[in-house]
């Protein structure tokens, strides 16, 4: 077990000395006569602590491949829900469930818990982990902010209750992170090459340097839900050829007709969904989410089930785009605009990411994490998203960056799909297909994961 920090057992010992004055508190867990539910606590823990991840994604966007951060989704939000489903009764957790996920720490019966507390030190713990890669200026941050919310939310519980809340939190995050260690990620970037029979016209050429982008093996990893991937699978694209009247050609074509123009709004279109540099693509996943909670001021459940929920089917989402993308090979728009359309200067608008083009991953990701954000809060409910309000200049370029709005989550989706079109990364044929393929996941998870 893990050490209590000075300033917990600071916050310990003050407690005792307020134990007279909390009696007398209409808020203290001690008049209620009963354990407090998650639900009474409001999500502004958790959102405290995305925020903190989206700084650590914006400071180390390529520490690992875009794609992989789909694992600190997962992972992280798992471990959120799990220090706090005790304290909802009418949920359930999801060992047992999840794949490999057997048995987590139980609380003690009969005893009483601060389920701010164990979020607290359960985020704590599983954000250091996943982050150890940062340098030690930003993992003090991680303590600073533990130390900052245990004083906040443990005000009126007794010290038992404080530490019994916090070991408990810690206890799940360890737990998770060690199933998490089994789930494969380390082989996913092994080296690797193209097979003999996806050399040639119309295939995907792997970098002559490896990149974390890559990630090949990540097909291999194992899902969070069983049989996620059942009907998944995606049609082969269109035959290659250099035909003018073919499929294929007409379809890169319309990549190369829709370069848009500098200040237009598909160019800004294109680089509000680049998210590297910046914000990581799971990143603004979270980032929406944190956005959604703190709007509609959630209480910690919903962020708990949410955070969970979305992470759960991104990741799952993920794993079966990055199996398709390796059972085609597909080539990038680029090589075929310049080697065949003969546009030899030409360059799509975003960086073309090192790995094979079909599906969208975009596309795919952000179609699952719709889907969980709908069934959570409601279709056609409108929403703007500020995730790069930080990096917004009206002066320099009016569009560049500006907070978009959307009908609803899955409209997002599908503008986050499409602007790879526009920043020439994507054929339109991948982009629907990898909406429908993330879709399907979601739809997969959602009838065999059971929160309630």
């Not at 920090?5 to 407690?15: E, G």
């Not at 991840?53 to 939000?77: E, V």
């Not at 799940?172 to 016209?201: H, L, M, R, V």
């Not at 597909?330 to 094979?356: F, Q």
């Amino acid at each position: 077990m893990k050490k209590i920090s000075f300033w917990v057992m600071l916050l310990i010992a003050l407690t005792a000395v307020q134990c007279k004055k909390d009696l007398n508190d209409p808020g203290s867990n001690k008049n209620k006569g009963k354990q407090q539910l998650t639900k009474t606590y409001p999500a502004d823990i958790a959102v405290q602590w995305m925020n903190l991840m989206l700084d650590f994604f914006k400071t180390a966007p390529t520490a690992t491949g875009n794609a992989a951060f789909s694992r600190h989704y997962a992972y992280i939000g798992i471990a959120l829900y799990e220090s706090v489903v005790p304290g909802m009764p009418a949920n359930r957790s999801l060992a047992g469930q999840l794949t490999g996920l057997e048995e987590l720490p139980a609380v003690e019966n009969n005893q009483k818990y601060n389920w701010a507390l164990s979020a607290n030190a359960a985020l704590a713990e599983i954000t250091r982990k996943f982050f150890a890669y940062l340098p030690q200026s930003n993992l003090s941050q991680i303590a600073l902010l533990e130390e900052t919310l245990a004083i906040e939310y443990g005000s009126q519980s007794t010290p038992e209750i404080v530490q019994r809340s916090i070991v408990f939190g810690r206890e799940i995050a360890n737990a998770i992170y060690e199933w998490s260690e089994s789930d494969g990620y380390k082989n996913a970037s092994n080296p690797f090459s193209a097979p003999a029979d996806k050399i040639g016209p119309g295939f995907w050429v792997p970098p002559a340097t490896p990149s974390v982008q890559s990630i090949p093996y990540w097909k291999n990893l194992r899902r969070m839900v069983a049989g996620s991937e059942q009907g998944a699978g995606l049609p082969a694209p269109p035959t290659y050829s250099t035909d003018p009247n073919s499929a294929f050609y007409k379809m890169v074509k319309e990549v190369y007709d829709a370069s848009p123009a500098p200040g237009s709004e598909e160019r800004a279109m294109a680089f509000y969904w680049r998210d590297v540099p910046g914000t990581t693509t799971p990143g603004h996943y979270i980032s929406i989410l944190k956005q959604v909670l703190d709007n509609e001021k959630h209480g910690l459940d919903m962020a708990g089930l949410s955070f969970a929920m979305c992470g759960i089917m991104v990741y799952d989402a993920c794993i079966s785009t990055w199996e398709t993308k390796y059972q085609y090979w597909l080539t990038r728009p680029v090589s075929y605009i310049k080697n065949v359309l003969g546009h030899s200067s030409w360059e799509p608008t975003l960086g073309t990411p090192p790995h094979p083009e079909y599906p969208s991953a975009h596309s795919s990701l952000s179609a699952a994490n719709a889907e969980a954000l709908t069934s959570l809060f409601g279709d056609n409910r409108p929403f703007v998203d500020h995730t790069f309000d930080y990096l917004y200049n009206e002066t320099t370029d009016p569009l560049l960056f500006k907070a978009r709005s959307y009908s609803s989550f899955r409209a997002m989706a599908d503008e986050a799909g499409l602007s790879r079109l526009y920043g020439g990364i994507h054929y339109r044929f991948s982009i629907e297909q990898g909406l429908i393929q993330g879709r399907k996941v979601a739809a997969n998870i959602q009838q065999k994961l059971h929160f309630k």
